[in-house]
């Protein structure tokens, strides 16, 4: 039982470079989330999908797509890269709205 | 949508002192509320978490308590240990259907021994 599986775990890329950093997680979960992380300012939602087919934007949505592929598969991509996307990603999932959060042990992006 | 302030945003305290992060959320329908704690380079993990039904809940050395009318909840940790250095998250969320955790900035929690 693997939890939620994200990869890669570190990438470097160029400005204006695209990529897609994959997540999936084997509880059959319902709701899937992907959350950015930077020093001082927390865990900011960026998208989320509820259930599979629907994705919903979270708080910092600009620059990025989502595509919940399938109930276990959740993905982001950064279309342009942008060294304000420099950051650690996450991706969540829970069961149920009001329960655990599960996070995958974070994709570390830098953007040069 | 939920804003969720989080203060302190750094603690530090000495082992076997109390420690006690304060988290305020905006949107009255919010009614779940958990806490998270992620060691350095480690991932966030659900701590405890509280209900609005529920004023208090406790869990070996650590409480959380919630005032609804008051739109703030708070995590209290006692008898602290160099173990609990961490980063702690509040989070808070209402329980509706296309809805999700908003977490606050987080608290760096030092204990020196």
């Known amino acids: 039982n693997a939890g939620v599986t994200q990869t890669p775990k570190f990438q470097v890329l160029k400005t204006g470079q695209s990529m897609t950093l994959q997540c999936a997680q084997d509880m059959n979960h319902n709701s899937m989330y992907w959350y950015r992380q930077d020093p001082g300012m927390g865990l900011r939602l960026i998208y989320y999908s509820a259930s599979e087919g629907t994705t919903d934007k979270g708080e910092v949505p600009n620059g990025y797509n989502v595509s919940r592929l399938n109930k276990r598969e959740f993905s982001l991509r950064l279309e342009s890269a942008a060294p304000s996307q420099t950051s650690v990603y996450f991706c969540?999932?829970?069961?149920?709205?009001?329960?655990?959060?599960?996070f995958g042990e974070g994709s570390r992006l830098t953007v040069l | 949508g939920e804003n969720v302030e989080q203060h302190p945003s750094t603690l530090s305290v000495q082992e076997g002192d109390s420690a006690v992060i304060k988290c305020t959320y905006s949107d009255s329908a919010s009614n779940y509320f958990p806490w998270y704690k992620q060691e350095l380079g480690k991932r966030p993990q659900l701590i405890i978490d509280i209900r609005s039904n529920v004023g208090e809940k406790k869990d070996q050395r650590i409480a959380v308590t919630l005032n609804k009318t008051a739109k703030h909840f708070s995590l209290h940790i006692t008898e602290t240990q160099p173990e609990d250095s961490a980063v702690y998250f509040c989070a808070a969320t209402p329980n509706q259907a296309g809805t999700a955790l908003i977490f606050g900035k987080g608290t760096t929690l030092s204990v020196s021994s």
């Open positions: 969540a999932s829970t069961g149920q709205v009001t329960g655990e959060l599960f």
